[in-house]
């Protein structure tokens, strides 16, 4: 079946413009991740959906980033006034997570974004 | 949440068996160990999860000792298609969230 799609995947912009980010998740998928990864780190935790709700979003580094889910399917990160150290790969990853039970994210190709 | 220390990196050649070790001194009593590998331009994708002794599937093994402070990933005879970064992480998968906690991982390279 379809796997975790993610749009665009090349995002280029200008420092201090708005960007937003698409995640197409799994369907029947309830947990949604965005997760950053920076050149050769390990991805970095930002916020978690949990159906529409944003069930975690201690991750996201501050209010400039702000993420939806509005019908608990597809998500958008957005980011506002854009800065050179937001440039990253931007990875989306969905799971079925139910509680007691261990649980298997999967990943999408990511959005790489560059602020100039 | 339980930190893990791997190798940065790793060397091999087609045809041989890799083996990473991960150390997690801190993994707590309901934590599993996951690997993740992560190709060049592409999300990570789960390979295998174990909680104690070994875990076998048709792409690796994990060997997790009794005190599951540690534990090796084996990849048999690798070829060059299994260059790549592997990361182990320690949590919980029953957890509320679940977030995955990375650290830096092993960037393999398999020569020819």
């Known amino acids: 079946g379809a796997g975790v799609s993610q749009t665009p995947s090349n995002k280029v912009t200008e420092k201090g413009k708005y960007v937003e980010l698409r995640c197409d998740p799994i369907?029947?998928?309830?947990?949604l991740y965005w997760y950053r990864q920076s050149l050769g780190q390990g991805p970095e935790f930002l916020i978690y959906?949990?159906?529409?709700?944003?069930?975690?979003d201690s991750g996201l580094p501050n209010d400039r980033f702000f993420a939806v889910r509005p019908e608990g399917s597809v998500s958008t990160l957005k980011i506002q006034r854009t800065e050179r150290g937001d440039s990253a790969v931007y990875l989306c990853?969905?799971?079925?997570?139910?509680?007691?039970?261990?649980?298997?994210?999967?990943f999408g190709p990511g959005t790489r974004l560059t602020v100039l | 949440l339980a930190k893990t220390t791997q190798p940065i990196s790793m060397d091999s050649y087609e045809g041989q068996e890799v083996n990473i070790t991960c150390s997690h001194n801190?993994?707590?009593?309901?934590?599993?160990i996951t690997w993740y590998q992560q190709f060049p331009s592409q999300g990570p994708r789960f390979i295998i999860q174990?909680?104690?002794t070994k875990v076998t599937n048709e792409v690796a093994s994990l060997f997790i000792p009794a005190d599951r402070k540690s534990s090796t990933l084996s990849l048999p005879r690798v070829s060059l298609s299994d260059t790549a970064v592997y990361y182990c992480?320690?949590?919980?998968?029953?957890?509320?969230?679940?977030?995955?906690?990375f650290g830096g991982g092993t960037r393999l390279m398999v020569k020819p």
């Open positions: 990853a969905s799971s079925k997570w139910d509680r007691g039970h261990t649980d298997t994210q999967y």
């Open positions: 369907s029947g998928h309830t947990a």
């Open positions: 959906f949990q159906g529409t709700g944003a069930a975690d």
């Open positions: 801190n993994i707590a009593t309901n934590d599993y």
């Open positions: 174990g909680y104690k």
């Open positions: 992480l320690v949590g919980d998968p029953g957890g509320a969230g679940n977030m995955l906690t």
